[in-house]
Nanobody, 114 residues
Framework: QVQLVESGGGLVQAGGSLRLSCAASGTIFSTYDMGWYRQAPGKQRELVASFTRYGSRNYSDSVKGRFTISRDSAKNTVYLQMNNLKPEDTAVYYC????????WGQGTQVTVSS
């Protein structure tokens, strides 16, 4: 079983930056596709960025050019660097590891004030 622990959320003003971290239990990046999702109040959870086990990265149109997903295999950690944050980025952000099973972290709150 994969365990994921997110950190790095917080309150930031519009235009600011945050870096989220997702620490995984074990060496999983060669097997699992990793993703960052977010869920705002009253909205469905949506995929923000992904880093596949083959090494390709993808972003939603709403964050392209502002967010960057990366990983450190030595630390079993996936990051989401978020720049030029907007109030509409406010949400709970979740880390996901997916192969035949899907595992989720507990989520970390990101709040962007205008």
């Amino acid at each position: 079983q994969v365990q994921l622990v997110e950190s790095g959320g917080g309150l930031v003003q519009a235009g600011g930056s945050l870096r989220l971290s997702c620490a995984a239990s074990g060496t999983i990046f060669s097997t699992y596709d990793m993703g960052w999702y977010r869920q705002a109040p009253g909205k469905q959870r949506e995929l923000v960025a992904s880093f596949t086990r083959y090494g390709s990265r993808n972003y939603s149109d709403s964050v392209k050019g502002r967010f960057t997903i990366s990983r450190d295999s030595a630390k079993n950690t996936v990051y989401l660097q978020m720049n030029n944050l907007k109030p509409e980025d406010t949400a709970v952000y979740y880390c996901n590891a997916n192969y035949y099973h899907s595992y989720w972290g507990q989520g970390t709150q990101v709040t962007v004030s205008s």
